[in-house]
């Protein structure tokens, strides 16, 4: 049986905070888009695990639950981190799976409290 939207989310979240990109690849459809507005959209499960492989080496995050909304095909993850950076999600869970998934948050803070290069454009 499928896991809830709301299911779901926690199970990424869970995965996320483990930092792998490999299993929480395995939660996005084969053609799934994940945008986090700060950044281009990423396309398809490969390249969505690529980009949680690099993100994973680049930062130790952490993701912290403050609330999960459902709506019907749809969660809304907002989250804060021990650094003090929040944001939110929304995921689009078709079939047990993520569909699409666009994500809100301060790139530039993120960047500072990580201490990593930021853009020159």
């Known amino acids: 049986m499928n ?5 779901l989310v926690e199970h990424w979240v869970d995965i996320f905070n483990q930092g792998s990109a490999t299993e929480i690849a395995e939660l996005y459809h084969t053609d799934a888009v994940n945008h986090q507005v700060a950044n281009e959209s990423v396309v ?4 969505i695990q690529e980009m ?5 080496e680049a930062a130790d995050m952490v993701c ?11 969660a809304i993850l907002e989250w804060k981190d021990p650094l003090g950076l929040r944001g939110c999600g ?11 998934q666009r994500g809100y948050w301060d790139k530039l803070s993120f960047l500072r409290m990580h201490n990593l290069p930021l853009p020159t454009k």
């Open 90 to 100: 929304f995921f689009h869970i078709v079939d047990g799976k993520i569909k699409f």
């Open 52 to 56: 949680f492989k690099n993100e994973f």
């Open 44 to 47: 398809g499960r490969d390249a």
């Open 64 to 74: 912290i639950v403050e609330h999960i909304f459902e709506d019907g095909e749809w």
């Open 3 to 7: 896991k809830s939207p709301k299911q």
